[in-house]
């Protein structure tokens, strides 16, 4: 027998976007025709969508975890890579789409409401659409991007009209198949409505649902009892019935005691915000229009106790009828009351056109710069982190097993301003640079890089900036090593000098040179000697 399941929790993931394509074009006559590498496919999505024949959440409830198809990588000859295929997942009617921490991203009602629940991976792109006309043949191309993936919470708000509400065993099932269709199981013990029931009523011309939840006891808001976890599906009602029993058997209940508890759960429940009217507010359960069905009056008790407490409830504003769900009795005064309800508050829906949130466009200011970075300090050394949509982005598309495509990657970075914020920021060279959150790429920051990796002539894939870079010296090397050829020079000078002073040269260098005549242009006349 199927199972009925109200509340789930859904792991979806978008596909990932297909790899793009490093090729070049051959063909008779031409051996170097230019590169041809297509786009990778885009990953698809999965999409939330309302279908009238799913009533339950059931079949997520056993298979929890959805992922939509990978786009496919791209080829030579310019052709692209195929596009993965969006993943519909059909809800019921009614269904709302919350996040983990409880925030409302979606309510799904009416027939073919969707909500993408996890976007697809971008793909990247072929180097055949990386070329340009200084960077006439790319040796790389971007990768493909993995889709969305997090965690949703569907849970299901049925769609009714009224809604039935009591203690259990007071009549509510036995109520809902009376007045309709509807063959919810009826026994004589508590508790026997174990999942939310819907029946479709019909008085004169107005046709409307109504719903049976489980029965609410004291002490629903604690936790106690079924009633109150299955109150979300009665908060899309328009208007409440207290079914009230009248022919209860236990010596310390009546129908105003049981009035008043249930009263006083509906008053400490709250009604998500999920559901609005037409001006945009919600309306407490205790607030809305309801009805007292007093029922059981076809035994002799019931309709002593329905003589006996229905002029307190009129004084107290309620509308009161005496029904027998068993013998039908007052069913259809009953159900024309309920009639006039939901006529009313559908003219009134239709009167007052829906609250409207307009939408809010908020441009780029002129001096963004799509990025920030976070000075932050890891084992007492300076640490620099990068974050913005863009750089993280370009990250994942960086293949860095290509030297091509990282001068790319540094190439964006410099234009985008990321090196001068850096130098603003105080970095120095060889400190840690980190693009992302936790788990974001980390490299030592070396400034002297310089951009424009289109115009290196170097061979494809590789880039003659990264060719040493291991290997190149520090600043303090470099004073070293300047230090060391002058002291080089010193002693070659020191050396010939003695050499002069041992015979082996008639006059030194530097006299010989003082002794040369010095013409107008500045320079020494050699001797014809």
Not at 244 to 252: H, M, P
Request: aromatic share 6%; hydrophobic share 40%; proline share 5%.
């Amino acid at each position: 027998m199927a199972s009925f399941v109200d509340r789930v929790v859904l792991h979806v993931s978008g596909g990932t976007g297909g790899h793009g394509c490093v090729s070049v074009h051959r063909e008779k006559f031409i051996p170097l025709g230019g590169p041809d590498g297509g786009n990778g496919g885009d990953g698809g999505n999965v999409i939330l969508r309302v279908d009238h024949q799913t009533t339950t959440l059931l079949d997520y409830h056993h298979s929890p975890h959805r992922h939509a198809t990978n786009g496919g990588s791209g080829m030579g000859d310019w052709r692209g890579g195929k596009n993965g295929e969006t993943l519909i997942l059909p809800v019921p009617d009614g269904t709302v789409v919350k996040s983990k921490d409880g925030t409302v991203l979606a309510d799904l009602v009416g027939e073919g409401a969707e909500y993408v629940a996890a976007a697809g991976g971008q793909g990247g792109l072929g180097n055949a659409s990386l070329s340009s006309q200084k960077r006439r043949a790319p040796g790389f191309a971007l990768l493909g991007i993995e889709g969305d993936a997090r965690d949703i919470v569907l849970e299901l708000k049925s769609i009714a009209d009224i809604a039935l509400v009591g203690f259990p065993s007071a009549g509510k099932s036995s109520l809902i198949a009376a007045m309709s269709a509807a063959r919810p199981k009826i026994a004589d013990y508590p508790f026997t409505t174990l999942i939310p029931n819907l029946g479709v009523v019909q008085s004169g011309d107005v046709r409307f649902t109504i719903a049976d939840v489980p029965g609410l006891i004291e002490g629903a808001s604690e936790g106690k009892g079924l009633g109150h976890h299955f109150l979300r599906h009665v908060e899309r009602c328009a208007a409440l019935v207290h079914v009230l029993d009248c022919g209860t058997l236990e010596s310390d209940r009546d129908p105003l005691a049981d009035l008043a508890i249930i009263e006083a759960e509906l008053e400490k429940y709250s009604v998500d915000m999920s559901f609005a009217g037409a001006d945009g507010e919600v309306v407490p359960l205790n607030h809305r229009p309801r009805l007292v069905a007093l029922n059981k009056v076809d035994l002799p008790d019931g309709k002593d106790m329905a003589e006996f407490v229905r002029p307190e409830l009129e004084s107290r504003g309620y509308r009161v009828f005496e029904i027998s769900a068993t013998s039908h009795e007052g069913l259809r005064q009953l159900g024309f009351a309920m009639a006039e309800i939901v006529q009313a508050a559908r003219a009134a829906l239709a009167a007052a056109p829906p609250k409207v949130q307009p939408p809010i466009l908020r441009p780029r200011a002129v001096n963004e710069a799509g990025f920030k970075i976070r000075r932050e300090e890891k084992n007492l050394e300076p640490l620099f982190r990068v974050l913005g949509d863009k750089p993280i982005r370009w990250v994942k598309q960086t293949d860095f097993t290509n030297e091509e495509a990282i001068g790319y990657l540094a190439d964006r970075l410099a234009k985008l301003g990321v090196e001068n914020e850096l130098f603003k920021q105080g970095a120095k060279p060889g400190d840690a640079v980190v693009i992302g959150e936790d788990d974001g790429v980390v490299f030592d920051w070396e400034p002297t890089m310089s951009a424009g990796a289109e115009m290196l002539a170097s061979p494809r894939g590789t880039d003659i900036r990264f060719a040493d870079v291991g290997d190149r010296p520090t600043r303090g090397q470099k004073r070293d090593e300047q230090q060391e050829r002058k002291d080089a020079k010193a002693a070659a000078r020191a050396e010939l000098e003695a050499e002069r002073k041992a015979g082996i040269w008639t006059e030194s260098v530097s006299g010989r040179r003082a002794a040369k005549p010095v013409t107008e242009s500045g320079l020494g006349v050699e001797d014809d000697e």
